[in-house]
């Protein structure tokens, strides 16, 4: 049987914590994602993790 290790809660965000515009979270998850897709094994999940981050480009330079 399995043994299940639960994560612990996440802190309360302060303000300071949530001084983030979006820009810059989409921008933030871009990196996430190309990073996470060379690490992927599964193709189908890089792929997943490749089209997000290319839609999440084209929405960025549609801003800036």
């Known amino acids: 049987m399995a043994e299940i ?3 612990p ?6 303000e300071e ?5 979006l820009l810059l979270a989409v921008d933030i998850a871009i990196r996430d994602l ?6 992927l094994r ?3 999940s890089r792929q ?3 089209d997000c981050r290319q839609m999440l ?4 330079r549609a801003v800036v």
């Open 5 to 7: 290790i639960p994560f």
């Open 9 to 14: 809660p996440r802190p309360k965000a302060t």
């Open 17 to 21: 914590a949530c001084e983030i515009d």
């Open 34 to 39: 190309r990073d996470l897709s060379r690490r």
């Open 42 to 44: 599964s193709k189908a």
């Open 48 to 50: 997943q993790a490749e």
């Open 57 to 60: 480009e084209r929405a960025l």
